[in-house]
């Protein structure tokens, strides 16, 4: 029912008030009896809200709702109203005909995947510990979550002042940013700031194809740097001085490299970058690297000596602050880094980078498919990596073969310090994909 980030889908379909009454219901049922109840700005938030919240009272829960907020707002409040569980209606960076629910725990910890099975198991058998009239729980609305979020990432970034930055919110939830950057000292200007759930101004997800507006307004003025959020907020890229996009990677590099000093470790995906690795060890630091999902960077982040976990995709973990992704943590610790340090772009510049070859093949039968493929590796005496797919490392590079967890497709990647050896281990494990998936 959960996939890397919660339960996700197209509303009609996957997703229905019916699946949400269920999912509160199965919360007080579980033990979570104060649960802090809030979503995006998707217009079928509402139906999903009112479901979800009959469902939690309807088995003795007491629910705090705190309206339309970013997500990690509402994670981050789970804490500071003493509740004993959050949910989000929210999709994230998915499009306007999905909606979704996610649920988080005091610590600003996503569920875990034994708190997920727990709900997961109370669902589909409908064990649900139903009270009589005299037993349903309460109902409240709590303002003023936003203007403490706010507050909360200024105390943690300190003076920052004399930035211009451009915020595009992306028509989401995510108004907290500007809010706290103009509370640091900074001239603000944002860009689709209007919320609308269908998302008219680019699609939801931040990346290099969607923010072409923002790296073109940074690019013909004098911003010092862009950022921009998913629908929810937890998401966030950037687009340097030069109104360039800031890769991915390296944005989790940079990141990364900030948090970390020796000793320490950071909590990446098994799909990142070479370009990380190489930036901590500068440091001393390394990397630990986790299975793809902010989920599981998070759980990885609560280990000792672990100070940062991030994923490429734009979720960023500083631990010590909280355990949920913060994207306007994320946003305001890079304009003090820029204040700081000096101009992004030179520090992406900085950056050693490296070729990495991505495809991604159709099968028909992605666990018979990997079964093979796993087989084969084995036979040739490699060392696999089966923490999300199977993953080798090279010594000079590494390859990555793993199944879409939502379509009918395995994913193969390659990455190394040459170009011709990244082509190389490319073509070979691509080939052994393919091999694969005609022996059925």
Same mark, same amino acid.
């Given at each position: 029912?959960?996939?890397?980030?919660?339960?996700?889908?197209?509303?009609?379909?996957?997703?229905?008030?019916?699946? @949400?009454? %269920?999912?509160?219901?199965?919360? $007080?049922?579980?033990?979570?009896?104060?649960?802090?109840?809030?979503?995006?700005?998707?217009?079928?938030?509402?139906?999903?809200?009112?479901?979800?919240?009959?469902?939690?009272?309807?088995?003795?829960?007491?629910?705090?709702?705190?309206?339309? %907020?970013?997500?990690?707002?509402?994670?981050?409040?789970? !804490?500071?109203?003493?509740?004993?569980?959050?949910?989000? &209606?929210?999709?994230?960076?998915?499009? @306007?005909?999905?909606?979704?629910?996610?649920?988080?725990?005091?610590?600003?910890?996503? *569920?875990?995947?034994?708190?997920?099975?727990?709900?997961?198991?109370?669902?589909?058998?409908?064990?649900?510990?139903?009270?009589?009239?005299?037993?349903?729980?309460?109902?409240?609305?709590?303002?003023?979550?936003?203007?403490?979020?706010?507050?909360?990432?200024?105390?943690?970034?300190?003076?920052?002042?004399?930035?211009?930055?451009?915020?595009?919110?992306?028509?989401?939830?995510?108004?907290?940013?500007?809010?706290?950057?103009?509370?640091?000292?900074?001239?603000?200007?944002?860009?689709?700031?209007?919320?609308?759930?269908? *998302?008219?101004?680019? $699609?939801?997800?931040?990346?290099?194809?969607?923010?072409?507006?923002?790296?073109?307004?940074?690019?013909?003025? +004098?911003? +010092?740097?862009?950022?921009?959020?998913?629908?929810?907020?937890?998401?966030?890229?950037?687009?340097?001085?030069?109104?360039?996009?800031? $890769?991915?990677?390296?944005?989790? @590099?940079? *990141? %990364?490299?900030?948090?970390?000093?020796?000793?320490?470790?950071?909590?990446?995906?098994?799909?990142?970058?070479?370009? &990380?690795? +190489?930036?901590? %060890?500068?440091?001393?630091?390394?990397?630990?690297?986790?299975?793809?999902?902010?989920?599981?960077?998070?759980?990885?982040?609560?280990?000792?000596?672990?100070? *940062?976990?991030?994923?490429?995709?734009?979720?960023? #973990?500083?631990?010590?602050?909280?355990?949920? $992704?913060?994207?306007?943590?994320?946003?305001?610790?890079?304009?003090?880094?820029?204040?700081?340090?000096?101009?992004?772009?030179?520090?992406?510049?900085?950056?050693?980078?490296?070729?990495?070859?991505?495809?991604?093949?159709?099968?028909?039968?992605?666990?018979?498919?990997?079964?093979?493929?796993?087989?084969?590796?084995?036979?040739?005496?490699?060392?696999?990596?089966?923490? !999300?797919?199977?993953? #080798?490392?090279?010594?000079?590079?590494?390859?990555?073969?793993?199944?879409?967890?939502?379509?009918?497709? #395995?994913?193969?990647?390659?990455?190394?310090?040459?170009?011709?050896?990244?082509?190389?281990?490319?073509?070979?494990?691509?080939?052994?994909?393919?091999?694969?998936?005609?022996?059925?």
């Amino acid at each position: 029912m959960f996939g890397t980030s919660g339960i996700r889908g197209e509303v009609g379909d996957e997703v229905t008030a019916e699946l @949400a009454l %269920a999912v509160g219901r199965a919360l $007080p049922s579980e033990g979570y009896e104060r649960v802090v109840v809030g979503r995006d700005i998707r217009e079928s938030g509402t139906i999903l809200v009112d479901a979800l919240t009959a469902g939690i009272r309807e088995c003795g829960g007491d629910v705090i709702e705190v309206g339309v %907020a970013p997500t990690p707002t509402v994670a981050r409040a789970v !804490d500071w109203l003493e509740a004993d569980a959050g949910v989000v &209606v929210t999709a994230s960076h998915n499009p @306007a005909k999905d909606n979704g629910i996610k649920l988080w725990s005091p610590s600003g910890q996503a *569920f875990d995947t034994e708190r997920r099975a727990a709900i997961t198991d109370r669902v589909e058998n409908e064990r649900y510990d139903l009270e009589d009239w005299t037993g349903l729980g309460d109902r409240s609305h709590h303002d003023g979550v936003l203007e403490r979020h706010v507050e909360t990432v200024v105390d943690s970034v300190g003076e920052v002042g004399g930035l211009e930055v451009v915020v595009d919110v992306g028509n989401g939830a995510g108004s907290v940013t500007a809010d706290a950057l103009l509370e640091l000292g900074c001239e603000v200007r944002t860009l689709n700031a209007q919320p609308d759930g269908r *998302f008219p101004g680019r $699609p939801s997800e931040p990346n290099a194809e969607t923010l072409t507006d923002l790296q073109q307004l940074v690019g013909a003025t +004098d911003a +010092d740097l862009g950022v921009a959020h998913d629908g929810d907020g937890d998401r966030m890229m950037a687009v340097d001085e030069r109104g360039e996009f800031v $890769p991915k990677d390296l944005l989790l @590099a940079l *990141f %990364a490299r900030e948090a970390a000093g020796d000793g320490d470790r950071v909590a990446a995906p098994v799909d990142t970058s070479l370009a &990380v690795d +190489d930036a901590l %060890a500068a440091v001393g630091a390394s990397v630990t690297r986790t299975a793809v999902g902010d989920v599981y960077v998070a759980e990885r982040a609560t280990e000792p000596g672990v100070v *940062f976990g991030g994923e490429p995709s734009g979720a960023w #973990i500083w631990p010590e602050e909280t355990l949920c $992704p913060d994207g306007p943590l994320a946003a305001c610790t890079l304009a003090a880094m820029v204040a700081r340090d000096g101009p992004l772009g030179a520090a992406v510049d900085d950056l050693e980078t490296y070729p990495i070859r991505r495809t991604s093949i159709e099968v028909d039968h992605k666990a018979a498919v990997m079964d093979r493929i796993e087989a084969t590796v084995r036979e040739r005496e490699l060392e696999i990596d089966a923490l !999300d797919g199977i993953r #080798i490392d090279h010594g000079d590079g590494w390859t990555l073969v793993r199944p879409s967890g939502t379509e009918p497709v #395995i994913r193969v990647t390659a990455e190394a310090r040459d170009p011709e050896r990244a082509d190389a281990l490319f073509e070979d494990t691509r080939a052994l994909v393919v091999d694969a998936a005609n022996a059925e």
